[in-house]
């Protein structure tokens, strides 16, 4: 392990300095290593940071446990992912609160072409865990590789990572603690079996604790990690609905299960339904009709330029990127064609009016087969 990532595990452990201030720290110093090199004054000046956080930003406690957090990861097999890494997960990195350092234990491919996150409630009820492995069942036959993201709780989360496993989907379980224990503990051996084709992740350091702050915390990662969100059962109050809440505010598309009137397991689903926050689906045909996936994916037109009619040679270049790369970012867009990003925004709006590419979270394109 590179002192470098000593230093970018110190910043995500100084008290008080969030994602968002972590980033701008970082960027107004120049480095990681810089941010413990500068002077309290200094620190104390840059916006945001004040005397309290300078002084806590010099304390050698913070250096101190990062190192021992570092032997921690190398004893354990486990993986530290910083947000400027080329592994640090596309979908997540869009989202401003995204945690600095990712940990994780097992595979770590969450930039798979599709990414569906599924949450309910943790007294699911015979029939959702039914809707929830029908569903992913569907989804392995129709669509697979498609990574399914959940939190590792009872109810529908521990339905969905075992209906992962059981239909050979990777699964990834994101943790309100540190990867030195399982929460619950029950589920420690369906993690250990995740990490095969899969694995578990957390923004936590080891030692950390369970804590309902923590778990509030963990659902903008799952929400943020994935294309889309479905909501299969839960209460009108509860994770869940916080969880699908964030994925609206992330510009995810939202599903939900509808339940029968009056059922208070019912009523989360239903009221996500009713204020157009989550579009109603009861199998996966219908998460496909709202997503826009196509079943026969595989078939990739590589020639369909040749048949296309185009009102630039911007929209020609772009749209031919997209055959070959099947899904980019504005970003990368921008990159592989030598375009500005304002050229490209234009021109993919166009596209997308003319109902070649669909847009996608994150501000990604893919092409309409």
């Known amino acids: 392990m590179s002192d470098r990532l000593k230093y970018q595990i110190g910043i995500s452990l100084i008290k008080g300095i969030g994602p968002k201030l972590a980033r701008n720290l970082v960027a107004y110093v120049g480095n990681e290593q810089a941010v413990f090199s500068q002077s309290v004054r200094a620190l104390s000046v840059i ?4 005397n309290a956080l300078a002084t806590a930003i010099k304390s050698a406690d913070v250096l101190d446990k990062a190192e021992r957090e570092l ?77 399914i993201v959940s939190g590792l709780a009872y109810g529908i989360d521990i339905c969905a990572h075992n209906a992962a496993l059981k239909f050979g989907l990777p699964t990834y379980g994101v943790l309100a603690h540190g990867l030195d224990r399982i929460y619950p503990s029950l589920h420690r051996n369906v993690a250990k079996e995740m990490t095969t084709n899969g694995g578990v992740i957390t923004e936590f350091p080891s030692g950390t604790k369970p804590d309902r702050p923590y778990f509030v915390k963990r659902n903008r990662i799952v929400a943020g990690l994935s294309d889309a969100l479905v909501m299969v059962e839960s209460g009108i109050k509860g994770g869940a609905i916080i969880t699908s809440r964030i994925a609206e505010s992330y510009n995810r598309d939202v599903m939900a299960f509808p339940g029968r009137v009056g059922d208070e397991l019912s009523q989360g689903g239903n009221y996500l339904i009713k204020r157009n926050i989550a579009a109603l689906i009861e199998n996966v045909e219908d ?16 020639q369909s330029s040749l048949f296309q009619s185009f009102n630039s040679k911007e929209e020609e270049l772009l749209y031919n990127i997209l055959v070959e790369n099947k899904e980019l970012t504005a970003n ?38």
């Not at 916006?47 to 004040?50: A, E, L």
């Not at 234990?105 to 996150?117: M, P, Q, R, T, W």
């Not at 826009?292 to 994916?297: D, L, P, R």
């Open 47 to 50: 916006p945001g940071i004040g």
């Open 71 to 147: 032997e921690f990861i190398e004893n354990h097999n486990i993986k530290a992912v910083y947000f400027t890494d080329d592994e640090y997960p596309r979908r997540l990195s869009h989202c401003e609160d995204a945690p600095i350092v990712l940990y994780t234990k097992g595979e770590f491919n969450l930039d798979a072409s599709k990414v569906l996150a599924v949450v309910g409630t943790r007294k699911a009820s015979d029939d959702a865990c039914i809707n929830c492995e029908k569903l992913i069942e569907g989804i392995a036959k129709r669509h697979p590789g498609t990574v």
């Open 287 to 302: 998460l496909e009709y709202a997503l826009g996936w196509e079943s026969n994916a595989g078939a990739v037109a590589t």
């Open 332 to 369: 990368e867009l921008c990159v592989k064609s030598g375009l500005p990003v304002s050229k490209v925004s234009a021109t993919m709006l166009s596209l997308e009016f003319a109902g070649l590419i669909k847009c996608l979270p994150g501000n990604a394109f893919k092409l309409i087969r």
